[in-house]
T-cell receptor, first 111, second 115 residues
């Protein structure tokens, strides 16, 4: 069945780049997403990438997709303390209703 | 930005009791969802709801679970007879059209603890 795996923790220094990695199993996934969850809040969509793209950039965020290896990454440039949160990788099949999430990567940013 | 609101933020119940988790989706949204996250595990899809019907449900969503849109604004998840393993954070979400590339708006969750 569908599965999304990601590492649970990442710690970086303020100003460095953060790279959060994710692998997924469903080759029919059409969209791949990154959601962010801050303490006490719900998940918020950060960015998504369509499966026929390799890369998407949005300000400090860069998403890279390797379809062959089913590997997705989120790079945050110039990481700030406000970026400390849990980041969820997710996938969805075109026309489907359910989004499959990973367990989330907790990003710690040290000042 | 519009918000999905969930109440209560924390719910403690005894095993075997019924609980109702409440959500107010964004007003012009048509698709509604429940997800849950057991501590340390993945966020799991439970059910999607459209036009007063379940459109998709997961294996987790067995006969103990039900959803309802009792009026024009609320969307509820009922667990009929709670089990210890139902302890989790339950997230409600909504989207406008249900399209694949569309953003899901999530509430901040209800932490359910079954004792």
């Amino acid at each position: 069945g569908e599965d999304v795996e990601q590492s649970l923790f990442l710690s970086v220094r303020e100003g460095d780049s953060s790279v959060i990695n994710c692998t997924y199993t469903d080759s029919s996934s059409t969209y791949l997403y990154w959601y962010k969850q801050e303490p006490g809040a719900g998940l918020q969509l950060l960015t998504y990438i369509f499966s026929n793209m390799d890369m998407k950039q949005d300000q400090r965020l860069t998403v890279l997709l390797n379809k062959k290896d089913k590997h997705l990454s989120l790079r945050i440039a110039d990481t700030q303390t406000g970026d400390s949160a849990i980041y969820f990788c997710a996938e969805k099949e075109d026309g489907g209703f359910k989004t499959i999430f990973g367990a989330g990567t907790r990003l710690f940013v040290k000042a | 930005e519009p918000e999905v609101t969930q109440t209560p933020s924390h719910q403690v119940t005894q095993m075997g009791q019924e609980v109702i988790l409440r959500c107010v989706p964004i007003s012009n949204h048509l698709y509604f969802y429940w997800y849950r996250q057991i501590l340390g595990q993945k966020v799991e899809f439970l059910v999607s709801f459209y036009n007063n019907e379940i459109s998709e449900k997961s294996e987790i969503f067995d006969d103990q679970f039900s959803v309802e849109r009792p009026d024009g604004s609320n969307f509820t998840l009922k667990i009929r007879s709670t089990k210890l393993e139902d302890s989790a954070m339950y997230f409600c979400a909504s989207s406008e059209t249900g399209a694949t590339n569309e953003k899901l708006f999530f509430g901040s969750g209800t932490q359910l603890s079954v004792l």
